[in-house]
């Protein structure tokens, strides 16, 4: 199993940057693709962007292309969303997500892949 701690967040201006934290304890951190979700109020859950066991492969979802960065670091079991040049429409809870090991070491686009989940964090991005 795999536990998965959230930092980050809060309240930035439109323009503006942040940084989410997710640091995993419990298995073999290295063997699990990882995935940034998020869920505004209302809608469906998305992704924001995913990423392979290496950190070598990354997806992004259309909105965020080009503006955010997703990143991790196995020696320190944690895994990283830089977010720059925020818009109102990014405000959401973000989740990580470890996915399945099923599925094998690459990236996956679909929430329902993943098996286990940080606590979520609230990202308000203010016009």
């Known amino acids: 199993q795999v536990q998965l701690v959230q930092s980050g967040g809060g309240l930035v201006q439109a323009g503006g940057s942040l940084r989410l934290s997710c640091a995993a304890s419990?298995?073999?951190?290295?063997?699990?693709?990882m995935g940034w979700f998020r869920q505004a109020p209302g809608k469906e859950r998305e992704i924001v962007a995913a990423?392979?066991?290496?950190?070598?492969?990354?997806y992004y979802g259309d909105s965020v292309k080009g503006r955010f960065t997703i990143s991790r670091d196995n020696a320190k079991n944690t895994l990283y969303l830089q977010m720059n040049s925020l818009k109102p429409e990014d405000t959401a809870v973000y989740y990580c997500?470890?996915?399945?090991?099923?599925?094998?070491?690459?990236?996956?686009?679909?929430?329902?892949?993943?098996?286990?989940w940080g606590q979520g964090t609230q990202v308000t991005v203010s016009s």
């Open positions: 990423i392979n066991w290496s950190g070598g492969s990354t």
């Open positions: 997500a470890a996915r399945s090991a099923t599925y094998g070491p690459s990236w996956g686009a679909s929430q329902w892949e993943y098996t286990y």
């Open positions: 419990g298995s073999t951190f290295s063997s699990y693709a």
